[in-house]
């Protein structure tokens, strides 16, 4: 079947990711989900490129995805600022948001798996709500034992959804995809974190205005001190060394003769 054309793919500190704004990223969605062929995604921000550099299974999950969106805008402004091509910021949140909609208009079914039962089941209630038309094809909690894992996938793959929203945290979410997309049998497979929890309202999300400014990760630390200082503070500042560094070889290559 036709697929769309695949976007552009630039690089930060080595790390692949693709120029689409939200709408080429929905259109890429639509393309896989023509295909029925199992795909995922993998939303980059600072802490992946980071990871990606540290964690051989962060890598190899990161090199197998089949569509890499720019979830920080940290990531949206080291692109521009390497000379590539950046149209937007697609966060995580607000591409499943997006998906929602989309999916109830096209007809699409969309299967929850992760955070705690009753958050998981109030994500799917919210949902249903906004958008009457959405076939939900199950949800699942996130708490299962290693040896129900075999089961699980199968259940999903069962339910026979066109998305998997995958409400588990990184770098387990980003593991889990790789090793299980292709039994999954799900046509695009999404990470969505902590997205749960704000579309269930239990956690509300930094406003839009510091979302615009590319803060939105101060207004998380400051909820969750304790958790974030480390991925924030320490991962932050390993990620703006990797694009000093990626900067200087430019530099270099540039005037080499």
Known sequence: MTQSPRPEVVTVADVPVHAVDTRGALAQIDGFIRTRAPHYNIAINAAKVVGYQEDASMRDAIDGAHLLTMDGQAVVWAVRALGQAAPERVAGADLMEELLGHSARRGYSV??????????????????????????????????????????????????????????????????????????????????GGTFDVLAGRVPRAPRWIQRAGFEWGYRLAQEPRRMWKRYLVGNSRFLSLVARDLWRRHVRREQP
């Open 111 to 192: 299967y929850l798996f992760g955070a705690t039962q009753d958050v998981v089941d109030e994500c799917a209630a919210r949902a249903k709500q906004r958008h009457p038309a959405l076939v939900i094809a199950g949800c699942r909690n996130g708490y299962f034992k290693f040896q129900d894992e075999v089961a699980i996938v199968a259940a999903i793959r069962d339910a026979r959804s066109d998305i998997l929203f995958f409400g588990f945290g990184s770098p387990n979410k980003e593991y889990f995809m790789k090793t299980h997309y292709r039994e999954l049998g799900v046509p695009f497979v999404m990470g969505v």
